[in-house]
């Protein structure tokens, strides 16, 4: 059995649940003793090699997730380094063309309303599926520090930006006082009417939601949470935890999912998925066709299959556990909700409408 044996540094109950201790304590080297087992000497220069373009970086939380018994673990799919990613693919490394909507250096403006801030190219567990890795794998990384007057700038000169993202990289990387700041400031602009935290704290390292995070939250509603669990095993009793003192502090909990080869490209995951999410009342709010990003293609499913699964799940499954099923396109337009053009379901609402042309 290809069991990973890795030893996590000294453990105790109180330092596992220190999301600094998760942080600093991070998987990073591929070759760390116990976390690839069974590879040939080429293999691991190959993960080796694809490590060095996307680092490695996961939770010893994320990590335990991890069923060692199964060759094909979901999470162990999304946090691996695996070779695949260096393959030559002609896909682009910024497809929806974030890089030309940049008024403002990691600051994306693509719809009018709202603007997208890139606070931190860092994350907990780097995603190997993410469509921002053009910003963590690159060495050069801006701080905050000396990008944020000019994002308030830039916000503070538009009036019709009504809703502001905190995004990165993960916003639940920096620290509470880091994040206050940045809290105050947008706060501080009158036509700012809604703040949205996008993390995935809740899934790879649900000890980053602490009380006194959740303190400062509150006081910068409305401040909506959007997070990302795309499989039902990240569905814990840590991130129930997580998600449940975020909306006691009044704030909104909603799911944005990757569709992804191979970890939830399965109407019966993607069910369980959905399910456990609106057991712990997070909201799914959009599943992601996965980006033509460069780096990803061994995720990404068609079109057509995500259709066929959704319109299976959307027979089927309760109104509250429906995300929108969403392609991203460059420009600004807005998402695009794939599951619309179904023809199942056209054919279903031809079915039904001279019913209501008789009362119309
Ligand atoms: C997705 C996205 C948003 C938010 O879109 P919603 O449909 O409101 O969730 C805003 N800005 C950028 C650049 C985005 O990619
Ligand atoms: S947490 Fe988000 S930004 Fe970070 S690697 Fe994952 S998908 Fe990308």
């Known amino acids: 059995m290809n069991k990973a044996i890795f030893k996590f540094p000294e453990t105790t109950k109180t330092n596992w649940q220190d999301w600094h201790w998760q942080f600093k304590n991070r998987i990073t080297r591929p070759e760390a003793p116990g976390l690839f087992l069974n590879k040939s000497a080429a293999e691991m220069e190959r993960i080796k090699q694809t490590a060095t373009v996307y680092p490695l970086a996961i939770t010893p939380y994320y990590f335990s997730l991890i069923n060692q018994d199964n060759e094909t673990d979901p999470i162990k799919r999304q946090c691996f380094p695996d070779f695949q990613e260096i393959l030559p693919d002609e896909s682009p490394e910024d497809p929806l063309d974030e890089d030309s909507h940049m008024p403002v250096p990691k600051f994306v403006h693509?719809?009018?309303?709202?603007?997208?801030?890139?606070?931190?190219?860092?994350?907990?567990?780097?995603?190997?599926?993410?469509?921002?890795?053009?910003?963590?794998?690159?060495?050069?990384?801006?701080?905050?520090?000396?990008?944020?007057?000019?994002?308030?700038?830039?916000?503070?000169?538009?009036?019709?930006?009504?809703?502001?993202?905190?995004?990165?990289?993960?916003?639940?990387?920096?620290?509470?006082?880091?994040?206050?700041?940045?809290?105050?400031?947008?706060?501080?602009?009158?036509?700012?009417?809604?703040?949205?935290?996008?993390?995935?704290?809740?899934?790879?390292?649900?000890?980053?939601?602490?009380p006194n995070l959740?303190?400062?939250?509150?006081?910068?509603?409305?401040?909506?949470?959007?997070?990302q669990f795309n499989h039902p095993q990240e569905i814990t009793k840590e991130s129930s935890r997580a998600c449940n003192m975020l909306q006691e502090a009044g704030i909104p909990v909603s799911n944005q999912s990757v569709l992804l080869k191979g970890v939830n490209d399965s109407?019966?995951?993607?069910?369980?998925?959905?399910?456990?999410?609106?057991?712990?009342?997070?909201?799914?709010?959009?599943?992601?066709?996965?980006?033509?990003?460069?780096?990803?293609?061994?995720?990404?499913?068609?079109?057509?299959?995500?259709?066929?699964?959704?319109?299976?799940?959307?027979?089927?499954?309760?109104?509250?556990?429906?995300?929108?099923?969403?392609?991203?396109?460059?420009?600004?337009?807005?998402?695009?909700?794939?599951?619309?053009?179904?023809?199942?379901?056209?054919?279903?609402?031809?079915?039904?409408?001279?019913?209501?042309?008789?009362?119309?």
């Not at 959740?214 to 997070?227: E, V």
């Not at 980006?291 to 027979?315: L, Q, S, Y």
């Open 110 to 210: 693509r719809y009018p309303d709202r603007c997208l801030a890139i606070v931190t190219e860092i994350c907990a567990t780097y995603c190997r599926h993410c469509n921002r890795k053009r910003f963590w794998s690159a060495p050069r990384k801006i701080s905050l520090k000396a990008r944020l007057p000019q994002m308030i700038r830039y916000i503070s000169a538009n009036p019709q930006i009504r809703e502001v993202i905190i995004s990165g990289g993960d916003p639940l990387t920096l620290e509470d006082h880091v994040l206050e700041e940045l809290l105050v400031s947008l706060r501080a602009i009158p036509h700012v009417e809604i703040l949205r935290i996008g993390s995935r704290a809740p899934a790879v390292m649900p000890m980053r939601i602490t």
């Open 214 to 227: 959740c303190r400062i939250l509150k006081r910068y509603r409305p401040l909506w949470f959007n997070t």
């Open 267 to 360: 109407a019966e995951i993607m069910k369980n998925l959905l399910y456990g999410l609106q057991k712990i009342s997070v909201r799914p709010y959009y599943l992601f066709h996965c980006d033509p990003v460069r780096g990803c293609k061994h995720f990404r499913t068609d079109i057509k299959t995500g259709m066929a699964m959704m319109e299976n799940i959307w027979r089927q499954c309760s109104g509250l556990s429906l995300p929108q099923y969403v392609l991203d396109v460059p420009g600004s337009t807005g998402k695009i909700p794939l599951n619309i053009m179904s023809l199942a379901i056209k054919k279903d609402l031809q079915k039904h409408q001279h019913f209501f042309d008789k009362f119309t």
